[in-house]
């Protein structure tokens, strides 16, 4: 097994590609060891001293390191465990557990923006954010304003607010005139 990495804009996440296929649908999130349990990948990356964060895509899986920890030091014990993990045949996320991020629902009068807005963000926007080893997804609109969850290598990245701001709210605005402003949420 080969395993790529790419880094990303943010310095503190790296991309690990196993060349195959990590989550069927969806991603997930573990911007912490609290809630790893979920996933048999992420509890043996969590295992390794440094890891900060860890995020699955399609086909790849970024993990995020703290600032104490460099990746001369921490990327071969990664690139051990994920191989480790996809030679010992277990799944990626436990027994009925399902990649837990997406798309928050919205219902009411401005039901048909919110749908143009996840149109755009699931057709223009996240392709290209997956390919930096993040993802955005909708959290919520409000009076012009669309709330959206950075997660991955867009989480504390240092050009997510130029992203947001100059990229997907000049994006939204242009297509969708109810649109007035992006910001981002933590959840």
């Known amino acids: ?14 991309k690990f590609l196993p060349g195959q296929t990590v989550l069927d649908m969806g991603t997930a999130d573990f911007p912490s060891s609290e ?17 900060k964060g860890v995020f699955f895509g399609h086909d790849f899986v970024t993990v995020t390191k703290d600032d104490a920890t460099d990746w001369d030091h921490l990327k071969p014990s990664l690139l051990g465990a994920i191989m480790e993990h996809f030679q010992s045949g277990d799944p990626v996320m436990s027994g009925d557990a399902q990649a837990p991020s997406g798309h928050a629902d919205h219902s009411g009068e401005d039901a048909e923006v919110v749908g143009q807005i996840k149109e755009l963000l699931d057709s223009r926007v996240r392709p290209a954010v997956a390919q930096d080893g993040g993802d955005i997804t909708f959290h919520g609109f409000e009076r012009g304003v669309v709330y959206l969850h950075m997660q991955g290598a867009c989480a504390g990245c240092p050009s997510s607010t130029l992203t947001l701001k100059m990229g997907i709210e000049n994006l939204l605005r242009h297509y969708i005139p109810e649109v007035t402003e992006v910001r981002p949420v933590a959840v």
């Not at 097994?1 to 790296?14: C, D, G, V, Y």
């Not at 349990?37 to 440094?50: D, H």
């Open 1 to 14: 097994m080969f395993i790529q990495t790419e880094s990303t804009p943010n310095p503190a996440t790296l």
């Open 35 to 51: 809630g790893a349990s979920a996933s048999p990948l992420a509890t043996r990356l969590f295992e390794v001293s440094g890891v």
